[in-house]
């Protein structure tokens, strides 16, 4: 028996980080960047307006003023302002050249373009000061960060058009058995639905990879070496008996590059891992059952993902490690749990929130591993091997399943 | 002035359930269900062995048994099993008609099919029952759920190949204002990269809507009369003084379906906002500030989308509340935070957690609202109008950032 912690460690191994694309602006969001993109300039480009007023000479003092032209969004006033003059301001329009403060209306002198100014009118709090957002040259979005909805509008206001992301790390699937048919399709008796595959292929787009679906392989190894032509950074077979024969399937393929080990892993749910590497690329064998494969898929595809996509998971925000799985999260137990064994064990849990707490409702522990009772929980609640039997009210590590 | 839940209020009843459309299962993830979807079979279809082991007849007791066959996933035996006949089965494999227990093999009898059992073998828990984890009929994803990954796999596995969807809603977005440049374009002095648009469409998306942005427009009545081209369900407008003028733009467009008004809403930060409609779809006008257009949007469009799509929040996870916002979530506060006025005021906040709690971090207020501040903020605190102030390790009122 290894550790699952063992087990990650060594599938992480296989995986460096992916090669990177230059992509347009318009195609960032949910990327992970593969470069700290940088403010191209200042935001504000310039002093703005936030008041309609004038815009003035501090140094100028109280006293009468003449209106020499206005500035509006888009329609800055174009000459450097001179001593004694001011020009009107809205919302919104730059600061002209010579002026450094905002003043408002006192009575404007009929008939004439001047106007007069009771007191010398410095509110600096109605200017924002160029930069004031940020500066050209700032890291806007650090390397290794996954660029939210709102990091798009200040890339944006940066004006940044383009940056180089990660690809998306393909993973083939495959689903092998003689037992398995496509969702609708007559079946045999006995004959199950495929269905793995299609929770898989939404998980691995949500973590920022590219599914790409093989369908269902018989279970044989000619079927199974098919795979090879997968062009992908990382092959999952679901299931399968030959899958784990690697001398049948190193025959089919006519070919050596093909390895594969067989871990027996401390946990539970979940039935030993297989790992190797078919022509240079990783590959994964996890249970046919779809409840444990998607166990397995959290626990060995997601950091191998992070690994590939080079994710920083400083950048990762609390909201954003409900939706990742990537940190170790905690919660309060509302029930008792029993001691554990050997194994690492994962049990499923609802999660609750009450007064800025996060509390943990387990569902009760079942033999096997059933899929509705998967698709309904908030969270894994993690036991150490070996652990004592948790009390209700303990706080225990979690693993929130949303992107999941 | 009127309160932010009188102003949602008034706008969400603009908005009725989006029309429906049937959907291929591959194309589920994300979307919202339009009606209960429903197990087309049995999950398991039929009892499945757990366990490599012998399917008997249990009534049969202790004995000799004839092998009469095998049974293994997806080669099913196909005649009913008699007294004292016993079938090989593998785990996957389906209990032949005639047997309900799995025994393990004894001494077989040397050179003859037949073979010895010590006893009756009833081992119910290496059987999974047909319909065990799901019964054809059952709803396995409700109306107004966001189907998950793992719903994914579930409804794959209950045979389900189409059902009914929410329409993804269309939001056109025009950025309206002569200060207004593409990202990256030459500027006039003061000019500004029009950023609130890519924020948006990101959000719409990760809402669950469709994005439309209709780029820049000068802001005068004409070029704001195009967007009654826009096909869509709901048109937001970004900054620009002319679009709350209805008489020019009504004149502009030779018609009088146009309607807008302005609401000042007690709410920080935040600007008057605009509700109107268009030819007879819902118009929203929101500031021109990046930073409040996009508080506006968390307002006003989100729960705007979740009317159109008809989400029933009660099948929200907590691990989605962090992402949708759609629920009043809680955290304590790290600070003391200063009593308010009348206005509703949202602070950004860093969320962080431990031992199962959440605790809000405020950044400083400031006077004008800023996009870097907002990029980094994990979640809003929302103080209530005329509230006290707030102590730290109080709870409050928190709309987690993570889909926004």
């Known amino acids: 028996m290894i550790s699952v912690e063992e087990a990650q460690a060594r599938v992480i191994a296989a995986f460096k980080p992916i090669d990177t694309e230059h992509e347009d602006l318009s195609h960032f969001a949910g990327r992970v960047a593969a470069e700290d993109i940088k403010a191209v300039v200042d935001n504000p480009p310039a002093p703005i307006a936030t008041v309609n007023g004038y815009a003035v000479r501090q140094g100028d003092g109280e ?23 001011a020009v ?41 000061e ?3 957002d940020f500066k050209a040259g700032s890291v806007l979005v650090p390397a290794g960060k996954r660029v939210t909805a709102r ?42 639905y495929a269905s793995t595959g299609y929770g ?15 369908g269902i392989l018989e279970d044989n190894a000619q079927e199974i070496a098919t795979i090879a032509d997968a062009d992908a950074e990382l092959v999952v077979t679901l299931g399968g008996h030959s899958v784990g ?34 022509g240079g690329t990783p590959m994964l064998g996890f249970p046919g059952n779809p409840a444990s494969a998607l166990v397995c898929a959290l626990l060995f595809i997601r950091p191998s993902l992070d690994v590939m996509l080079g994710t920083n998971q400083n ?18 137990l509302t029930a008792e749990l029993p001691a554990t064994d050997g194994r690492k064990t994962y049990v499923r849990a609802r999660l609750v929130m009450q007064g800025g707490e996060v509390w943990a409702e387990p569902y009760p522990i079942l033999e096997y591993p059933m899929l509705s009772v998967l698709a309904k929980a908030d969270a894994l609640v993690v036991l150490p091997p070996n652990g004592p039997a948790a009390k209700s009210g303990d706080v225990v590590e979690i693993i929130p399943l949303d992107g999941y």
């Open 245 to 278: 024969d690697t001398e049948l399937i190193a025959r089919a393929l006519g070919s050596t590059d093909f390895s594969m080990e067989t871990w027996p892993v401390a946990y539970r749910p979940g039935r030993p891992l297989l790992f190797g590497q078919l």
């Open 151 to 192: 990091d798009m509008a200040v890339l944006a206001s940066g004006g940044v058009t383009q940056a180089k992301m990660r690809r998306r790390p393909r993973v083939a699937i495959a689903s092998v058995g003689d037992e398995l048919y496509a969702p609708g399709a007559e079946r045999r008796p006995g004959g199950i």
């Open 63 to 85: 006293g009468v003023r003449k209106i020499v032209g206005r500035s509006t969004p888009g329609h800055p006033y174009r000459a450097t302002v001179g001593t004694n003059e």
């Open 88 to 128: 009107r301001i809205v919302i919104g329009g730059v600061l002209p050249e010579g002026t450094d403060a905002i003043a408002f209306r006192e009575d404007p002198i009929e008939g004439s373009d001047e106007m007069q100014f009771s007191y010398s009118a410095a509110h600096p709090e109605h200017i924002r």
């Open 200 to 214: 898989l292929s939404a998980m691995i787009a949500n973590w920022g990879g590219a599914p790409c679906d093989f």
């Open 315 to 332: 950048t990762c925000s609390l909201p954003q490690r409900f939706k990742c799985g990537c940190h170790n999260m905690t919660a309060r």
């Open 130 to 132: 160029a930069g004031l």
